[in-house]
Structure formats: C-alpha cells, structure tokens
C-alpha cells in the first residue's frame, strides 16, 4: 500500500523496483492475504507453537540492565550457550509497542539459539516492564542510547562476532544504528531489518487510513505504554488528554509538541526516515526483507531509499507485516531466511 492505499497485487517485482532480490515465499492460498498474514503472525493461535520452540531460549536467558553514558537504563534478556565458546551474539530489536517476548522476534531468536548463536533481545525504552527505568519518554528518534546499549552489549561480549535484527520499528534502529555504528567505533558485523519502517508519514497514513484494525491496536497499545509510565511517575505525567484523540496522527502531533524538543510533527517524522539518501553512509553489511503487500510499511518507500553497495534488499509477494506464515499450522518462513543469511557468522 502507498499512503493508505493497497498496491495491485504483483507476480514479479515491480520494473520501479529493480535491482530488487525476489524471495521464493509462496503460502497456501487461505494464507495469502495481507492482513491474515499480519494478524494470524501475532495471534494466541500461534503462541502455543512458538513457546514450546521458545523453551531452551527461555531456560538460557537473564535480564540485564545496560548503563548508557548519558545515564540512560535499558534492559536485555539474554540468552547465552554454556558452552566457553566464543558464539556470536545477536542484538534482537522488537517492533513499536511489542516487547522481548512478541511472537515475531521470539520465533526467530528461538531459531538463531538453536543454531548455535548467544542472543540479547532487547528492549528500547518504555517497552517491555521498562516503563520505571527512566524519567523521559520513549519516542522514535531516541537512536543514540540504542547505539551505546549496543555498545554496551559489544563491550560484555568482546572478541566475537556482533550481528542485528529487528523487526518493523525495530528494524529500522537496527538499519540506523549499523549506520551510525563505525563513526561510534562499534564493529558490527552483519545485520538484518525485517519490515522496517521506510517513511513514518507513509506508514502512520497507512495505519489512520487503511483497516481500522490497525489503528485500534496500535493506540490502545500506546494509550497502556503512556498509563504505565504515569504509574511509575504520576508527579510528572497527566496523559488525560489523549483519551479524546481518534488517530495516530493526532497522538503523534499532541505528543510531539508537549514530549519532544521538535517543533512540528513533520521534523518528528522526518527524523527517522530511513528513504532518500539516509543510508548512503550505510558500511555494515545489511539486509532488509519486507513484503509487498505489507498493510502497514508501504513497499512503495523501497523505491524511495539509497542503495549503498553494503545493503541488499530482498522482497516476497505476500507475507502482510511481519507475518511470512509458510502453512496452515502456523509455521514461520522467515526464521530459515534470517538463519541462513545470519549462519556466515558462525564461520
């Protein structure tokens, strides 16, 4: 879709997106539609499955809370091998309102433990139980503690192999912060950005003007996020005002003139936009895989982005957001796509 409007499904990659790597992902027909592929990927329905995969991740992992320089607290759930061996260690970023344990991420760390590598999903400010970890709010272009929290994580595990993955909002700090990483002189070795955000004014018109079942989720998840960081600080925060608000724009725009230092919405926006030439700089190796019917990024912002040479960019026909459902009992095509583009660091 492009600003709340579908894109015509497609049998190739668009001519407009050429130099694209088409991804051989086709789910039985009663699986096909964006939005089963976007809501089935996150469903009770799924749980199950991905929680008993989940086990060994589980019984390995221990919160951590990394201190960053400006004194900013984050954790991390990590999840480490017993074994002496120095493993590779990937850095896990959820998505806007989802936490360690979404269904997403969990599904494919719980796929990169098996394989042998140590992981640390971690959690950007107020997601998760974090909301009592700092006084300021989270918003989106809070991307220098993610990078001192990575650098943090580098300095833990020294001497091994680092690589990202994130996932929707995630996966666009995970493009921004292997940017950012050389000149904040942190090695990172591989990463991979799934559905990430492109253009944040393309995707928040896609949530207020496409299936109204977006829009309903996302704010009541924000709407929560902001109870619990006034639970945790009722002196500092009155949030009262947000309860007449019917749009994501509309929340964007209160909050971006009372809880941030820009001065419009737009100069918000902008600042995490990853199209134009954002990732020209960009040297780490990455991958960006999204589909194009995602409801929520619209692909059209792929025709928008730089192509620095470190970055391969790879599509499927369906998969709707974050969802790449390979059957009808709910397994996950996308956790053997990041294993496989992941597995050169174990060599």
């Known amino acids: 879709m492009a600003?709340?409007?579908?894109?015509?499904?497609?049998?190739?990659?668009?001519?407009?997106?050429?130099?694209?790597?088409?991804?051989?992902?086709?789910?039985?027909?009663?699986?096909?539609?964006?939005?089963?592929?976007?809501?089935?990927?996150?469903?009770?329905?799924?749980?199950a499955r991905v929680e008993r995969a989940a086990r060994a991740l589980r019984a390995a992992s221990r919160s951590e809370i990394l201190e960053c320089p400006d004194g900013t607290r984050l954790q991390a759930i990590v999840s480490r091998h017993d074994s002496a061996a120095q493993r590779p260690l990937i850095v896990a970023l959820h998505g806007w309102h989802g936490c360690a344990d979404s269904l997403y991420l969990l599904s494919t760390c719980s796929r990169l433990f098996a394989a042998g590598f140590d992981i640390a999903r971690l959690h950007l400010r107020d997601h998760g139980d974090t909301h009592g970890l700092n006084l300021e709010l989270f918003h989106s272009c809070r991307l220098q503690e993610t990078v001192d929290?990575?650098?943090?994580?580098?300095?833990?595990?020294?001497?091994?192999?680092?690589?990202?993955?994130?996932?929707?909002?995630?996966?666009?700090?995970?493009?921004?912060v292997a940017r950012a990483a050389p000149d904040a002189g942190i090695t990172i070795d591989r990463a991979v950005a799934i559905c990430p955000v492109l253009d944040p004014q393309a995707t928040m018109s896609a949530l207020d003007q496409g299936w109204f079942g977006y829009r309903i989720y996302f704010m009541r998840r924000w709407r929560a996020s902001l109870a619990a960081k006034q639970k945790y600080f009722p002196d500092h925060y009155d949030f009262a005002a947000t309860r007449g608000l019917r749009s994501i724009e509309a929340m964007t725009d209160w909050f971006v003139d009372r809880h941030t230092d820009f001065e419009r919405i737009e100069d918000y926006l902008d600042g995490y936009r990853i199209t134009?030439?954002?990732?020209?700089?960009?040297?780490?190796?990455?991958?960006?895989?999204?589909?194009?019917?995602?409801?929520?990024?619209p692909a059209a912002g792929l025709e928008h982005m730089a192509r620095p040479h470190a970055l391969e960019v790879a599509v499927t026909r369906f998969g709707g957001h974050c969802g790449f459902l390979a059957d009808y009992r709910l397994n996950g095509w996308l956790d053997d796509e990041v294993s496989r583009r992941l597995l050169p660091l174990m060599s």
């Open 3 to 47: 600003d709340g409007v579908m894109l015509p499904a497609v049998d190739t990659v668009p001519d407009s997106l050429s130099g694209v790597e088409e991804l051989d992902f086709l789910p039985p027909p009663g699986l096909r539609s964006p939005h089963v592929q976007s809501v089935l990927g996150s469903s009770a329905a799924r749980r």
């Open 149 to 176: 929290a990575v650098a943090v994580l580098r300095q833990r595990f020294p001497g091994r192999p680092l690589g990202l993955l994130g996932f929707s909002l995630g996966g666009n700090f995970v493009l921004r």
């Open 276 to 297: 134009g030439d954002y990732l020209d700089g960009l040297a780490v190796p990455s991958s960006l895989i999204t589909s194009l019917d995602d409801p929520v990024i």
